[in-house]
């Protein structure tokens, strides 16, 4: 039997089933595919953001269930920590605390639903910054016990423009990967088909994987999760500038970019070069990082929320100088303006979410409000194209492994290092320039 590819885990999603019922994701590619990869198999902690109806809860639902099955969302797998709008409602435990410590993985549907409790907040704040969360408490006979709950990777979720919670607190926000999830109307159109085809077509019609091919993606998903391997990634001089340095945020991102190709070898690892402690990063591994990444990881490292591209290319490039605000003003695009764009787009959003992305865009100087109007210009051109050269990518790969690992440098280059197997269609093709 033929080892799983990444194709295997895309096609997962377009016709997953979940607690037995078909529950399928309509695109948002990148985000559902980083999930499983980042946090089930690298261990980092997520969380997926975008309006209501975005799929969000669809996902988390899909990458807990392909990794811990429908045990773990129903919370009967040990492995699978489940904290939910009960959790909140009682106390850490003896029993409680033993159940954290058997985890491997924590789920939170509904971040805001959890924060209401003081000591849950404290341990997810603490294990989102990958720190253990001590707290002690008293037992009969006035005995104190101090118990150590060691930090859980969190997959969770949390909805724009949430009234509750409308972001995450500070000290979560540079530990957590946001991994955003766009709804436009020719997505809603194709959700609709679909669920109408789960109305009117036969099993045999709508199933994507088999049981065999599903037995063998979830037995490699969890083989990688367990694996803990130096990964070694001669790329990683090459690939990391995918990250633009002029406009970066916090320099953590380059960090979970990179994340993204170890788990991406991991997930290979019965089809890499394995030495001692070390496993091989392939320039294929580097190449699907990009392509599966680059976007997201570039826009989240410049701080451009979802829908911030769009709104930094429609907005007017204006010469501003001295006090001219008044020529400013004639050019600004109003709130308005940007509203209707969005809506011919197919991205129809509340006011208040668009109007929150403005914010996030304005503190972060990507574009300049009028004072006390709802009118938005820039000043500068913003380019943040990024080219990877494949050609350039396999001699990084090859001149490191040369230099620093000249063991396996003859059996490193006899690998196919100018070709990678599609992600969105399982085809062998070979790796060419490609820009974001």
């Known amino acids: ?82 904290l939910n709008s ?159 340095t002029r406009y970066t945020m916090s320099n953590t991102f380059i960090d979970y970019f990179l994340d993204v190709v170890e788990a991406i070898t991991k997930f290979y690892t019965p089809e890499r070069i394995t030495h001692g402690k070390y496993i091989f990063a392939t320039p294929e591994d580097n190449y699907l990082g990009f392509k599966i990444a680059g976007n997201t990881f570039r826009d989240m490292a410049i701080g451009i929320a979802s829908l911030g591209r769009e709104i930094i290319d429609f907005v007017p490039k204006v010469e501003a100088w001295g006090d001219l605000a008044t020529d400013v003003e004639a050019d600004a695009a109003s709130l308005d303006d940007i509203i209707d764009h969005l809506n011919e787009l197919g991205m129809i959003r509340h006011k208040k979410t668009v109007k929150s992305i403005i914010e996030r865009l304005v503190n972060t100087n990507f574009i300049r409000q009028i004072e006390r109007k709802e009118k938005y210009y820039r000043t500068q051109e913003m380019d943040f194209q990024v080219q990877v050269d494949p050609d350039d990518l396999v001699d990084a790969c090859k001149e490191n492994i040369a230099i620093n690992f000249p063991d396996v440098s003859e059996e490193y280059n006899a690998l196919n290092l100018k070709e990678y197997t599609c992600y969105e269609t399982g085809e062998v093709k070979k790796l060419e320039t490609r820009r974001i």
Not at 40 to 56: D, L, M, V
Not at 151 to 175: K, S
Not at 200 to 219: H, I, Q, V
Request: net charge positive; glycine share 6%; charged share 25%.
């Open 1 to 82: 039997m033929r080892n799983a590819n990444l194709s295997d885990l895309n096609r997962y999603f377009d016709d997953c089933i979940v607690l037995g019922k078909r529950d399928p994701v309509i695109h948002n590619v990148e985000t559902r595919m980083l999930t499983v990869l980042l946090w089930g198999i690298n261990g980092n902690s997520i969380c997926i953001r975008g309006e209501s109806g975005s799929a969000k809860t669809k996902i988390l639902n899909a990458a807990a269930a392909l990794l811990f099955g429908d045990a773990g969302l129903s919370g009967h797998n040990h492995e699978l920590l489940l």
């Open 86 to 244: 009960s959790s909140a409602k009682g106390q850490l435990t003896d029993d409680s605390a033993q159940r954290i410590a058997n985890a491997k993985r924590c789920i939170i549907p509904e971040l805001q639903n959890i924060m209401t409790s003081q000591n849950l907040e404290a341990m997810i704040k603490l294990w989102m910054e990958q720190r253990p969360y001590v707290y002690t408490k008293n037992e009969l006979g006035r005995k104190q016990v101090r118990i150590i709950l060691d930090p859980l990777p969190i997959l969770t979720n949390l909805a724009d423009g949430n009234e509750q919670m409308p972001d995450l607190p500070t000290e979560m926000h540079r530990r957590t990967i946001s991994l955003p999830t766009v709804a436009t109307a020719e997505l809603n159109e194709q959700v609709h088909m679909m669920k109408a085809r789960a109305r009117m077509l036969p099993d045999g019609e709508l199933t994507s994987l088999t049981r065999r091919e599903l037995g063998a993606l979830r037995k490699q998903c969890q083989i990688a999760m367990q694996n803990k391997s130096r990964i070694i990634n001669p790329g990683a001089e090459y690939i990391r500038r995918v990250i633009p």
